[in-house]
T-cell receptor, first 115, second 111 residues
Framework: GAGVSQTPSNKVTEKGKYVELRCDPI?????LYWYRQSLGQGPEFLIY????????DSGLPNDRFFAVRPEGSVSTLKIQRTERGDSAVYLC?????????????FGPGTRLTVL | TQLLEQSPQFLSIQEGENLTVYCNSS?????LQWYRQEPGEGPVLLVT?????EVKKLKRLTFQFGDARKDSSLHITAAQPGDTGLYLC???????????FGKGTSLLVTP
């Protein structure tokens, strides 16, 4: 079956612009996660959804970052007034549920470059 | 905050050698996972360990979870060029959701 897909694969934008990053999880997976991976680092948790609601957004760095999952499937990560420090690979993952042993399946990521 | 410390950060070895990668923390985890990540791709799960002292084998890879569930190791026997990649450990502190990742160990195996 299809895995987690993310679009676009690459996004180049200018400082101050608004960007949207999309994630299509595996069908039937109730949990969806966003992570950010900077160069030379491991992924850093941003937010996770259980169904349509954001169950934990404690990893969002500031109020310029926002994410939605209106129908409990596709999710969009939105970044306002982008800054150069936002440049990173944004990874999305989904899992069947939220047990600690549930496998999180990752998408290939969106590489965001802010000039 | 990086709760998990991985070592070494970089490792370059020749085909056929053995190696061990370590993942340490002062925190207790309900489970710990090892991932491998290729350039331009997302991490792919290799194994999940749950019980303190647990040892799991996956072909030439052996994973161990510390008795106190604070640390883990990954041992590769007779490394092959196909093992090249970034190895990440990740711990789940609560019942599910957010994974705390280490910085990763970048492994290069040359023929």
């Amino acid at each position: 079956g299809a895995g987690v897909s993310q679009t676009p694969s690459n996004k180049v934008t200018e400082k101050g612009k608004y960007v949207e990053l999309r994630c299509d999880p595996i069908s039937g997976h109730t949990a969806l996660y966003w992570y950010r991976q900077s160069l030379g680092q491991g992924p850093e948790f941003l937010i996770y959804f259980q169904g349509t609601g954001a169950a934990d957004d404690s990893g969002l760095p500031n109020d310029r970052f926002f994410a939605v999952r209106p129908e409990g499937s596709v999710s969009t990560l939105k970044i306002q007034r982008t800054e150069r420090g936002d440049s990173a690979v944004y990874l999305c993952a989904s899992s069947l549920d939220t047990l600690s042993t549930d496998t999180q399946y990752f998408g290939p990521g969106t590489r965001l470059t802010v000039l | 905050t990086q709760l998990l410390e991985q070592s070494p950060q970089f490792l370059s070895i020749q085909e056929g050698e053995n190696l061990t990668v370590y993942c340490n923390s002062s925190s207790v985890f309900s489970s710990l996972q090892w991932y491998r990540q290729e350039p331009g791709e997302g991490p792919v799960l290799l194994v999940t360990v749950v019980t303190g002292g647990e040892v799991k084998k996956l072909k030439r890879l052996t994973f161990q979870f510390g008795d106190a569930r604070k640390d883990s190791s990954l041992h590769i026997t007779a490394a092959q060029p196909g093992d090249t990649g970034l190895y990440l450990c990740a711990g789940a502190r609560n019942s599910g959701y957010a994974l705390n990742f280490g910085k990763g160990t970048s492994l290069l195996v040359t023929p």
